[in-house]
């Protein structure tokens, strides 16, 4: 505080200005941010309910019953493991899918490289309800593509959406075709920042290829690629669509995502209570993959 | 392409001048109506014949897709935009009595000559009166019945299902002697929460105990039913096999892997279409058995009902529209064009269905429905019960073991709706 009292008037006038300009990004951010998490948080200790939207004064405050209930119930931990399964798989893939599409479209060789980067970006851009109708038909187990394709090299075919094994599979498929042109634009954005001599340099020094991406290209990109892991798994917590418009959590809840279970349990058995408990315990277990991330950003000596 | 773009443009302002009429025609009262799946189609055509016998009310109706209904009216209410009238259906209604969202209509029901209480069947009727107050209005049915191979019951020596569970189970013995191996007497989804429900009915359980607020599937009755029904698996008549694991219903039933199958009416149509030609003799339907003989042998009273919002600012018209829609001729007429069966009894004896000896097992058992509890987690309490009889028939858990597991997540379940109830009613005051 003594700090600012010792600026000069034109500064503090400055500051009041930055203040005006900020309030309504603020008082946006207040309203439709902060509030509804700070009201989630209290209904997370209630059991607000379905008796509770007709007559609110039914709802109790239950501590942590909600939690307890959430952690004990053999189904969210269900969920909780389809959606690691989810995570682990379709993040690394989905980043080196679009690591490898930003090398080919950034590559020089590579002609028409606009028109490339629009048909990889085409489909971040498409509705995943169309979509998941054409991944529907490609995923058949007896007219689809994607079988037809399997048979071709002796694979007997595969229920993709009706067997609990091969659900997850699918729909990881379909997540990472559907959201690798964003990531690529971002890595094409970090290839473009490198500067050309670097490369030059290396080729001087007789680098092959492999050598000029593991010793130029990677560690240039090195906080693109944290950057675009982090997203990509926060993302990837937060499952919900796929699943919801191919499958509905089935077969056998082989598909059903912490969110998905969070959303049935908010708006199909309007137990919001509840449902807002498991926001909030999916909230902190997303905190703490953020954090071990970061810490591991750290101690990497860059 | 262009003629197709100006037709876009042309549907676009007719639709836009659909959603706007009143500012057309003055004193025109325009409702809201909502209607689901192909119900919803077929009611824009019957809502043009009410205009013309109503100048004065102008009907829009509404399509919503069944899969995305439930949501749909719930967030209508939250945001204040529920219609006017809406097909609903009958198993939601505990919910939307709950939630104060639909209106009571026992005064109109009682002055009115177009809904006539007697002409309706009991068990559906029932399905609409939450704490003695009728809150919808019954449309269409469903319930289940038994659909089989008559010429494979004949081939066992019987001309027709016995209609107690004895018979009914001595029956399955001779269809498993004269079927190939390998072959089941009778498909029971081993996924589905109906078939352990009904037999717990039929043998006199009323699912829950002390006004619907605690399970009640440890008790004798319930265990009854429970008992004939996984003994049915045990005894080899049926295998522990799901939907989902029956690739193709109606190509096995056709080569007579099964020879019955309890079912809703839907599949009249069905098996008429897809079974091939030279089996469309070999197939009957039969009111379900029951412990005591058939009049014991309830099933489920399912269906739509038609109700009204309290939101409604116009619910004199909307009635009037709920009326038409229960008018026998009306109620006909949608038969024919859905095929979805009447809820009254003066409807069948007018419509087709009069004439169709498959229908007329549903005509028997439509007087001998029972609704499943009415209130707003019967639907949990059904898919706990689903998971419970499907460990049970897979060996899993004992009969025992997975009805006080039951007993224990249903309590769980209602354990608010306990609270409610005793605080509404201090002790004494139920008495």
Redesign the interface.
Known sequence: MSAVSRVPEGARREARAAWMFLAPALSLIGVFFALPVLAGLVLSFS?F???A???PS?A?AVGFANYQSVLSNPLFWKALGNTFYFVLVAGPLSVAVSLAAALLVHARATRLRGLFRTIYFVPVVTTLVAVAIVFRYLEHPKYGLVNYALGLVGVPPVDWL?DPRFAMPAIVLLAVWKNFGYNMLIFVAGLSNIPEEQYEAARLDGASWWEQFRNVTLPNLMPTFLFVILITMLGNFQIFAEPYVMTQGG?LRATTTVVLLMYEEG????RMGLAAAIAFVLFVIMLGGTLIQLRLTKERPS | MRAAGLAFIAALAFAAAGCAPAARDRGVTTIRFWGMGREGEVVAELARDFERGNPDVRVIVQQIPWSAAHEKFLTSHVGGSSPDVSQLGNTWIAEFTALRAIAPLDERVAASHDVDRADYFDGIWDTNVVDGVAWGVPWYVDTRVLFYRSDLLAAAGYDSVPGTWGGFREALAALKRTMPAGSDAIFLPANEWTQPAVFGQQAGSLLLSDRDTKGAYSAPEFRRGFDFYLSLFRDGYASPMGNQEMSNLYQEFARGSFAMYITGPWNLGEFRSRLPDSLQDSWATAPLPGPDGPESGTSTAGGSSLVMFRSSKHPEAAWRFIEYLSRPDVQSRFFDLTGSLPARRSAWADSALAADPRARAFRVQLERVRPMPKIPEAEQISIRLQERAEAAIRGAQTAEQALAQLDREVDQVLEKRRWLVTRQAPAGAGK
Not at chain 1, 267 to 270: E, G, L, T
């Open positions: 059991d309910d379905i008796y939207i007709a007559d039914t109790r009706g077969p708006f199909r058995w309007w």
